[in-house]
């Protein structure tokens, strides 16, 4: 009976054991089911997600490319700043690409690889000599002779800030110490394990229980990579297990190589503002400025240790921190054998070596990038821009850049103090353009050039004063039958009486009237009474017709004081109109945008050159050689001191109304600048245009490299000497009178004291025809110039004739070739004439209207 029992009491048993078995099993199956199916789910997640893969990136940003060119004008130090835009480091011997030596004047360079917008430009050596700061011996690595070398362009940021930013790049590409520092300090097991490390984990957790806190996690690189795609950084248990799951499915499907890849991409490694920066490419240019592959080894273990916290660990905010934990990844290298025992010493001791926070700025140069993007959104999108990875090829020349910013920021400093000004209340804006092709070199918005917001350059629109002169006088050079450089223009008291009421009674800044003055004197020395008759006289219409020739869209009153500077412009607006003279008359629109590719470098679109011509070469160079002379004796003279005499630099100083506004715009034969000086609130800043702007401009124009010898003249253009009174002293008759160009269509006077004076023609006539004989000027074919075989004819005779002739009777011929001429005189108020007075007079300043507007230049 009992053993009936206990028989039925073990069947029960049994029976329950495998009901249970087999509600486990089938638990265990459903389990392993939904296991299966969710790992089936993950994997579809996983591999939609990275196999579709791709970067959301910033449009990435180049300056344009230094070309070296045999007998190229350069400084050392202009070179020394485009090597350092483009992180290249001087090495005693060049010994990888991007570095470069010097001996004593003799360069040898070590090009990158780059994608141009025209193709490839594979590494490669180039050695050149620069004496006299010209570029010659220009050679390749092999010994050959080249006419020219093109380094790589310098990355200057990225466009629209914000967000995540990285720059990729691809397993061959990544240095084999980044790869096996990063494997022995984050997973020594990682070549070995299928995404998850059990000893990893147990090795955690021994150190964890052995410290008593967490200090040490059991992540494999797969996995953080799978949390820094898919996840937040909140720590949970499901992550932890999904984390695990994908890692897994992640070694199933791809290699270690790849999976290395996208790890040294997607890592964060530091934060500026609103600005992610990822991955170890990045990393590379915002810590030290320099490419990934040319990092030091003490530089990659501080990468390699910014990945366990970048913000703990951060350079600038805990530099010791930082410092000890660098030394601890040196310690791990040299125990795994990457580095020596003797370099550790070495490295260890090193400075931490970052650059300047903030240096490598998506938008390092705001001013130049905010006119980049208007250039750019006629044809890409805001998305475009910030996700697609493009390639965005500018103009920008980073040496020009960055004395422009020293010029500015150092010059207004100076000023305030100089001139006990209240002290950051000045501000500042700069413009250089090329002037053959139009390229934006440079421009400055704020005194302070890196600050992101109103950007002057493009958006202050401030009065130009007597920046607006040279269209006058360019519209009555246009009439060569009835103005030329040496017209006489009357300078005398002017009212007139507007419709509404008012009264425009300009002034002259000395309030004293001139008389009788030469047209180019009175552009020199910027007189407004001389300057308001003429316009006048002209008519308003057909000068503001020149003011739009000239490339200008700026608003353009129809009022009187418009002839002398009654027009609000921008420094960038001004700039284009002054590179439109300095061309000859050929208006080439400012650009700073040459080309766009996607991220490969393959798909791109040219951005072409644009011009147009809207004044006659002959005029354009009369009136720029009138510029010349307010830089060499007018308003602007207080820089040539300071500038090479070999150069002709020619511009025109402008000043507003109670010296609110301070401006210069000049150019040289391959450069125009334009600076303006102002307070934001437009009081007053106690600064005329060659006391405040004219000093910065020079500090620019100074260390820029620039084409010696004088401007050939157009055909058309010839010089004549004349006297006081414009009127021509013709050499082969008399003596004296000034020197200048003429348009071929103009009809001189001849002097009185010229006449008759022909007692040596018999003796002319043996060196070949009188020149009486010579056809009239005006039945010459207008705007064709001179025959340069008669001219050099001429000029022969006239040297032989002043061999063959000594003592006083020569001088009945002028001056001996070569020798300088006699000052200009100019007619006193008598009537008599007296010799200008270039020294008398301290630095030139400029004439302002007390009524009206404000406007002009300052003549004390």
Same mark, same amino acid.
Request: hydrophobic fraction near 35%.
């Given at each position: ?11 029960? @048993? ?22 299966? +199916? ?177 200090? $040490? ?27 695990? &799951? ?34 170890? +490419? ?47 990844? &040196? ?58 990875? !493009? ?20 010059? %207004? ?107 180019? %004197?009175? !552009? ?11 316009? !006048?006289?002209?008519?308003? $219409? ?86 010349? $002379? ?46 303006? &000086? ?12 060659? @006391? ?162 404000? !406007? ?5």
């Amino acid at each position: 009976m009992v053993s009936t029992k206990r028989r039925r009491t073990r069947a029960s @048993t049994t029976k329950r054991r495998y009901r249970w078995l087999k509600l486990l099993f089938l638990l265990a199956l459903l389990g392993a089911l939904a296991l299966a +199916g969710y790992m089936v789910y993950l994997d579809l997640q996983l591999r939609e997600r990275l196999d579709s893969r791709q970067y959301q990136l910033p449009a990435r940003v180049y300056a344009r490319p230094l070309v070296l060119r045999e007998g190229m004008v350069m400084h050392p130090g202009e070179l020394a700043s485009e090597f350092a835009a483009l992180s290249y480091r001087e090495q005693a011997v060049p010994s990888e690409p991007g570095s470069w030596t010097r001996e004593g004047m003799e360069y040898r360079v070590w090009r990158r690889d780059f994608i141009h917008s025209d193709g490839r430009s594979a590494g490669a050596v180039v050695s050149f000599r620069l004496r006299n700061d010209e570029i010659s011996n220009l050679r390749d690595g092999s010994g050959q002779r080249l006419a020219e070398f093109r380094l790589d362009a310098a990355n200057i940021g990225s466009l629209l800030g914000g967000g995540d930013d990285r720059n990729p790049v691809r397993f061959n590409e990544i240095p084999p110490l980044v790869a096996n520092t990063l494997i022995a300090v984050e997973d020594q097991d990682f070549l070995h394990h299928f995404g998850i490390s059990p000893r990893g984990i147990a090795r955690a957790m021994v150190a964890n229980v052995k410290a008593g806190r967490l200090v $040490q996690g059991g992540s494999t690189i797969t996995q953080q990579l799978v949390k820094n795609i898919f996840f937040d950084h909140k720590p949970s248990l499901q992550r932890k297990i999904n984390e695990a &799951l994908m890692a897994v499915l992640m070694e199933m499907h791809y290699d270690k190589g790849y999976i290395l890849q996208e790890y040294i991409n997607e890592v964060w490694l530091g934060q500026q503002g609103a600005r992610g920066i990822y991955g170890f +490419g990045l990393a590379a240019e915002f810590y030290f400025q320099q490419p990934l592959d040319t990092l030091e080894p003490h530089q990659i273990a501080l990468l390699v240790g910014l990945a366990k916290g970048a913000s703990y660990y951060n350079p600038w905010r805990h530099p010791e921190r930082a410092q000890a934990r660098r030394n601890t990844v &040196l310690d791990v290298m040299q125990t795994h054998g990457l580095i020596t025992q003797t370099q550790y010493a070495l490295y260890s001791t090193k400075s931490l070596g970052v650059v300047k926070g903030g240096v490598t700025a998506q938008n390092p140069y705001p001013a130049f990038t905010e006119r980049l993007l208007e250039e750019l959104r006629p044809y890409y999108s805001y998305e475009e821009l910030r996700t697609a990875g !493009l390639r965005i090829y500018t103009t920008l020349a980073p040496s020009v850049q960055k004395l422009a910013e020293e010029a500015v920021s150092n010059g %207004v400093q100076a000023l305030e103090k100089e001139r006990h000004i209240e002290d950051n209340s000045l501000q500042a804006a700069a413009v250089l353009l090329d002037n053959g092709s139009g390229n934006v070199l440079a421009m400055v918005g704020d005194r302070d050039p890196d600050y992101p917001g109103f950007n002057r350059a493009l958006e202050a629109r401030r009065q130009v004063g007597s920046l607006i002169k040279p269209a006058v006088y360019l519209t009555a050079l246009e009439r060569p039958l009835e103005y030329n450089l040496a017209t006489l223009l009357d300078d005398a008291p002017i009212r007139i009486e507007e419709a509404d009421g008012d009264v425009w009674m300009p002034q002259n800044f000395d309030k004293r009237a001139h008389g009788q003055i030469p047209l180019y %004197v009175a !552009l020199a020395k910027s007189y407004n009474l001389a300057t308001a008759h003429l316009g !006048l006289d002209l008519g308003l $219409q057909n000068v503001r017709q020149t003011i739009r020739r000239l490339g200008v869209e700026a608003h353009l009153p129809r009022v009187p004081a418009l002839l002398l500077g009654a027009v609000e412009m921008t420094p960038f607006e001004v700039a284009g109109m002054y590179q439109a003279i300095a061309n000859g008359g050929e208006a080439v629109q400012p650009r700073t945008l040459l080309a766009v590719a996607d991220a490969e470098g393959v798909r791109v679109q040219h951005f072409r050159r644009r011009t147009h011509r809207g004044v006659d070469p002959v005029p354009a160079y009369l009136l720029r050689w009138g510029l010349e $002379q307010a830089v060499r004796e007018g308003t602007g003279r207080s820089s040539a001191k300071r500038l090479p005499g070999s150069v002709a630099f020619a511009g025109k100083t402008g000043t507003t109304n109670n010296n609110r506004d301070s401006w210069f715009a000049g150019f040289s034969p391959d450069v125009t600048a334009v600076v303006w &000086l102002g307070r934001d609130d437009n009081e007053r800043t106690r600064l005329t245009g060659s @006391t405040g702007a004219l000093p910065i401009w020079t500090e620019i124009m100074r260390k820029l490299p620039h084409q010696h010898g004088p401007i050939e003249p157009p055909r058309g253009v010839e010089f004549k000497p004349v006297n006081a009174r414009g009127q021509f002293m013709d050499p082969d008759y008399c003596r004296g009178g000034y020197e200048i160009p003429f348009s071929f269509e103009t009809r001189l006077q001849p002097a009185p004291e010229c006449r008759g004076q022909d007692r040596w023609r018999w003796f002319r006539n043996l060196f070949g025809r009188d020149r009486r004989d010579v056809a009239p000027r005006e039945q010459m074919t207008p705007g064709w110039g001179v025959n340069p075989s008669e001219q050099q004819l001429r000029e022969e005779r006239r040297r032989q004739l002043w061999e063959q002739l000594r003592g006083d009777d020569a001088e009945e011929f002028g001056p001996a070739p070569g020798s300088e001429d006699e000052p200009i005189e100019l007619p006193s108020e008598q009537g008599r004439s007296q010799p200008i007075d270039t020294e008398s007079r301290d630095v030139p300043g400029e004439e302002v209207q007390p009524t009206g507007p404000a !406007l002009e230049d300052q003549w004390p």
